[in-house]
């Protein structure tokens, strides 16, 4: 493999710990440091929301302006610092009118209706600031639709200063596609040629993950298997056979793990630490949830938890159908999480009339940490699921997987094979009530009845490890191949 350090801008909506929704924010922390550790050159850039203190930040002096087409000139703050434990520098785009709001996306569930001009502006400002600090890029990577413009602006209006450098748009999500009013093409300034069939248009509007796929030298998404539902109708959201047009260049790299930030052994958040070699310290991250939560006190019931996104994707839809049949067993179940609302009325409603069942609507990291630590088991039955962070951080804390068969928990759970006491994890294949429900009561009655199993998956599960350092290679190779496209 080539040895040739790259400069790379790295731009992304969200980015841990400075703001973060759900997992690109973890990756948009984590995949930069390790292609650092490989020797290339990284700088990060994401916009400058309102809950980003400021004061903690360093302000560059000079203002950024920004070319809005029909808008005119927009000018931007730029504050800087760096990435928790590593010199990869991170540049915050300060922008009072666009991103000075509570959301990042959205409002009480409802988009941002101007969030076309929002991170059309982020991308042109992630460009424009390259030129100011005279960082000329061997690669821009995008991620979602936020930045999918830049692979086409950077061969159009910025072509003076980025002619040379290859693009590479990573898909976390394929849902989310950024489809907006047409006129939104007089703000990229990218020319109206590109409002096509094969680039950004879609059904007389714009999409601006459509058109990124076709621009972009390559693209990746977020493991092997979703690389290949995103093909066909089930997962496409209306672009599988755009994707299956351009199938050569895409590639699946799975996510990894930042091990520093999910481990029982290190995770300042816990009651008590722990790790395979001592599994005490689970047990009492358990008591202390069931004491947090109010629920009877007992090792011997299973604790099931959950952690996400209240959103369809999730399935949420079938925990709710078949929540009152898994109470009936004789488990605990936690949750955390916030999205749509019939979900947080829905589930508090549940908590109310079930005792052995808790919540809590919200978004907090703590939470997160000592849900996964004193839970025996996660839930995670996803109608898609493009990697999906939460069930690896699951294997490493000992809290065994339900996951449904989609994206990356098909990648990374192994399903429990009775016969030959193997697995690290609990698997089911049809998006219905049914198989979820038949696949909980197995993974109870293993926890039951065979603890001798459950805790050598636990020990198993504990033991692998998703490394940022693989992932960052074969992101070296992705980047390796775009240049060569560029370069032929
Ligand atoms: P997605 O990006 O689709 O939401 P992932 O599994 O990749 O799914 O990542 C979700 C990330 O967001 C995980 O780090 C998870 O712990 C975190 N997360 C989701 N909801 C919450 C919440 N309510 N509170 C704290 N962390 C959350
Ligand atoms: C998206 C996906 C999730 C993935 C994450 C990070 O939000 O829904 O599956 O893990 O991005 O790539």
Redesign the pocket.
């Known amino acids: 493999m080539s040895k040739e350090k790259l400069k790379i801008l790295f731009a992304a909506a969200e980015v841990v710990p400075f703001a973060k929704t759900?997992?690109?924010a973890?990756?948009s922390g984590a995949l930069p440091k390790a292609l650092k550790e490989l020797g290339h050159e990284i700088i990060v850039v994401m916009p400058r929301y309102y809950k980003i203190d400021r004061r903690k930040l360093k302000k560059l002096e000079a203002p950024l302006g920004v070319p809005m087409g029909i808008m005119g000139e927009l000018w931007a703050g730029v504050y800087m610092s760096s990435l928790p434990q590593s010199d990869v520098p991170i540049y915050f785009i300060d922008y009072e009118e666009y991103f000075g709001r509570h959301g990042l996306y959205e409002d009480e569930n409802d988009g941002y209706s101007d969030n076309d001009n929002r991170f059309v502006f982020f991308s042109k400002a992630a460009l424009q600031l390259c030129k100011m600090l005279q960082f000329t890029p061997d690669i821009i990577h995008a991620n979602d639709w936020h930045t999918a413009a830049m692979p086409l602006l950077s061969q159009t209006r910025f072509k003076h200063d980025f002619a040379h450098a290859a693009s590479v748009l990573t898909i976390?999500?394929l849902q989310h596609q950024g489809n907006f009013y047409k006129g939104i093409m007089d703000v990229l300034e990218v020319g109206w040629e590109h409002f096509n069939p094969h680039e950004f248009e879609s059904f007389d509007r714009v999409n601006l993950l459509k058109g990124a796929i076709e621009q972009a030298d390559a693209v990746t998404t977020?493991s092997k298997k979703y690389a290949e539902e995103i093909q066909t109708q089930e997962f496409g959201f209306g672009l599988e056979h755009h994707i299956q047009a351009h199938a050569e260049k895409l590639f699946g790299i799975l996510?990894g793990v930042d091990y520093e930030e999910w481990n029982p052994s290190l995770d300042k958040f816990l009651a008590q630490k722990y790790d395979f070699d001592d599994m005490a310290g689970k047990l009492e991250c358990k008591r202390d949830m069931q004491k947090h939560f109010n629920l009877e006190m007992r090792d011997d019931v299973p604790l099931i938890g959950f952690v996400g996104r209240f959103a369809e994707?999730k399935g949420i839809g079938l925990i709710a159908g078949i929540i009152d049949n898994i109470l009936d067993l004789d488990v605990q179940i936690i949750m955390l999480g916030t999205g749509e609302k019939w979900a947080e009325s829905f589930f508090s409603n549940v908590a109310k009339k079930r005792e052995n069942f808790a919540l809590h609507v919200g978004y907090s990291d703590a939470l997160a940490h000592k849900i996964e630590a004193g839970s025996d088991m996660f839930l995670m039955p996803s109608l898609f699921?493009?990697?999906?962070?939460n069930q690896i951080y699951s294997l490493r804390y000992g809290t065994l997987p339900i996951v449904r068969a989609a994206?990356?928990l098909d990648d990374t759970i192994v399903n429990f094979d009775e016969a030959h006491e193997h697995g690290n994890g609990f698997k089911f294949y049809e998006a219905s009530q049914e198989a979820f429900y038949y696949t909980v009561l197995w993974a109870v009655n293993i926890y039951t009845h065979d603890k001798e199993s459950f805790e050598k998956m636990q020990l198993l599960a504990m033991q692998q490890h998703f490394s940022w350092s693989d992932a960052a290679k074969s992101y070296e190779e992705v980047y390796q191949y775009a240049l060569s496209k560029k370069r032929i």
Not at 385 to 389: S, T, Y
């Open positions: 759900g997992g690109l973890d990756v976390h999500n977020v996510n994707q699921e493009p990697c999906g962070l994206g990356g």
